[in-house]
């Protein structure tokens, strides 16, 4: 079982930045094995994807924040960052750290983005 744990939430203006972090209970060789993503929860709606690595580095963005939230992996330190760039009111969900690989499927608690306009 891994346990994954989300930080860097809080509450930032419109048009202001926010790095989300997740950390993973593997590291090195065995979290290069996952592909890492990041899916976001707003209130009331489905969870969406916002933006997957996989082990070959390709990466993959949501239409609504494509430029925006680049994401990356340290897999060394087991570790998941989203850049959140120019934020808007509509990013305010709940956003949670993925990671998967064949039929083992692990997610985080999930951390709260709010932003105001």
């Known amino acids: 079982q891994v346990q994954l744990v989300e930080s860097g939430g809080g509450l930032v203006q419109a048009g202001g930045s926010l790095r989300l972090s997740c950390t993973a209970s593997?590291?090195?060789?065995?979290?290069?094995?996952?592909?890492v993503g990041w899916y976001r929860q707003a209130p009331g709606k489905q969870r969406e994807m916002v933006a997957v690595r996989t082990i070959g580095a390709t990466t993959n963005y949501a239409d609504s924040v494509r430029g925006r939230f680049p994401i990356s992996r340290d897999d060394a330190l087991g570790m998941v960052y989203l850049q959140m760039n120019i934020l808007k009111p509509e990013d305010t969900a709940a956003y949670y750290c993925?990671?998967?690989?064949?039929?083992?499927?692990?997610w985080g608690q999930g951390t709260h983005v709010t932003v105001s306009s």
């Open positions: 993925n990671i998967k690989a064949g039929r083992y499927d692990y």
């Open positions: 593997v590291s090195g060789s065995v979290f290069r094995l996952y592909n």
